[in-house]
């Protein structure tokens, strides 16, 4: 059983900011592949980050690539999204995601069936 508690999100502008940051509560948190998903109204959950277990490579969706950075940290059992340069489809209900020992070949898993623990989502609005 994994505990996921997201924290952060809120309202923001076009062009502007927020940091996510998701904590884990697991002891196996170094094997776990983690990741960031977001669902927006009317819309399927879809992928925005993961990395691997190191934190060495992330990935992105094409959609986010260059303005989110995904990062993970094993010591505090912790992933983190910081978003820039905010757009207002943007604006979604974003999930932390958890799967232990799931090594996901190295490159990350992108599909949601993939992971077995989600956060209670946490809403991010983008007003223009």
């Known amino acids: 059983q994994v505990q996921l508690e997201e924290s952060g999100g809120g309202m923001a502008q076009a062009g502007g900011s927020v940091r996510l940051s998701c904590v884990a509560h697991?002891?196996?948190?170094?094997?776990?592949?983690m990741a960031w998903f977001r669902q927006a109204p009317g819309k399927e959950r879809e992928f925005v980050a993961t990395?691997?277990?190191?934190?060495?490579?992330?990935y992105y969706s094409d959609a986010v690539n260059g303005r989110f950075t995904f990062s993970r940290d094993n010591a505090k059992n912790t992933i983190s999204l910081s978003m820039a340069n905010l757009r207002p489809e943007d604006t979604a209900v974003y999930y932390c995601?958890?799967?232990?020992?799931?090594?996901?070949?190295?490159?990350?898993?992108?599909?949601?069936?993939?992971?077995?623990?989600w956060g209670q989502g946490i809403q991010v609005t983008v007003s223009s």
């Open positions: 995601a958890a799967d232990p020992y799931n090594y996901c070949s190295g490159k990350g898993c992108y599909g949601a069936d993939e992971y077995k623990y």
């Open positions: 990395s691997n277990w190191s934190d060495l490579d992330r």
């Open positions: 697991t002891s196996t948190f170094k094997t776990t592949a």
